[in-house]
């Protein structure tokens, strides 16, 4: 018995051994964000009512719906999130969209991170070839496109299947770093950015991970642009500061930091998405010590 009991133990352990990364709740990575002493601002979409969907989780600068036009494409609120148990928003991609605003202005400090679930449903971003996650607008000359689908190159490039960032002036893509050059259409993405403003420039900092495809490790790119994007300006999240340019797809979390968080830290947030899953080989493993149990029972 004790014998049976020991080679029960061991494919066990085999089985864990062997797993792979799957995906897993977001709830996970909720708790970690939450935690975090420097989070300033994070929505999840959550809720019975719209209006608690839109409450800013952490802080009190609440969404609101803003469109360009009255007959722009709905909202679709209490979606499936990127596991299934959490809730999404899905934004339309065209100039005649929806999107959330927090209407007052936030605090835009000199050291930031945003971090989001995104899952673009088509290669397309609108008619000018963009579409906005997350983006704030202080002036003319102080643009923080945090998180957009498209290139500052627009349609018929080939780059409206990008995922970018832009910070400051000129709108080129002098300022602007590309973190994914070809995205899948239906696939979820964990991105966080970060933003470190000094001397008339800002660092740039991207972190992004295909968690539909599997990916275990984040990407990471860098690069420093003149300019910033200001002190503070109203947060747009599916849709441009202009009202139009919507993002074509689903968005389950966007946190917003008033601290640039390090690569590790965001690795350990991506980490939070990915729990053990036993491969078929292992439960194999897992089954063959009954077995040989079962058939020496018989003897």
């Known amino acids: 018995m004790l014998k049976h009991t020991i080679m029960f133990a061991v494919a066990a352990g085999m089985v864990f051994a062997l797993a792979p990364a799957a995906r897993a709740s977001v709830v996970d990575l909720r708790n970690v964000v939450s935690a975090d002493a420097t989070l300033t601002h994070h929505y999840t979409f959550e809720g019975s009512t719209d209006t608690q969907r839109r409450e800013d989780k952490k802080g009190s600068a609440d969404l ?14 209490d979606a499936a999130g990127f596991d299934g148990t959490t809730k999404a928003v899905i934004t339309v991609g065209s100039e005649r969209s929806r999107g959330f605003s927090t209407g007052s202005a936030i605090t835009l400090p000199t050291t930031l991170t945003v971090e989001a679930l995104m899952r673009p449903d088509t290669s397309t971003a609108s008619q000018a ?3 906005y996650v997350a983006a704030t607008r202080a002036s003319t000359a102080q643009r923080g496109y945090f998180l957009y689908q498209g290139s500052t190159a627009g349609t018929g490039t080939g780059d409206t299947d990008d995922i970018s960032t832009l910070i400051g002036d000129p709108y080129d893509s002098g300022q602007e770093l590309t973190l994914v050059e070809t995205l899948t259409a239906g696939h979820w993405y964990y991105v966080a950015n970060t933003y470190s403003v000094s001397g008339g420039s800002t660092t740039i900092n991207t972190h992004i991970a295909d968690l539909t495809a599997g990916d275990t ?3 990471t790119a860098s690069k420093t642009v003149t300019g910033d994007y200001g002190s503070s300006a109203a947060l747009y999240i599916g849709i441009a500061n202009y ?3 919507g993002f074509p797809g689903a968005i389950d979390e966007v946190a917003l930091y008033d601290s640039v968080l ?4 965001l690795q350990n947030h991506l980490d939070q998405l990915l729990i053990p899953e036993p491969a078929s080989a292992a439960l194999l493993l897992l ?3 009954m077995l040989i149990w079962r058939r020496r029972a018989r003897r």
């Open 243 to 245: 009202k139009g340019d």
């Open 64 to 77: 609101s719906e803003v469109f360009n036009v009255s007959a722009a494409a709905a909202i679709t609120y």
């Open 129 to 131: 070839g963009r579409g």
């Open 287 to 289: 089954g063959l010590p």
């Open 262 to 265: 390090n690569a590790a830290t």
């Open 217 to 219: 490790a984040l990407t």
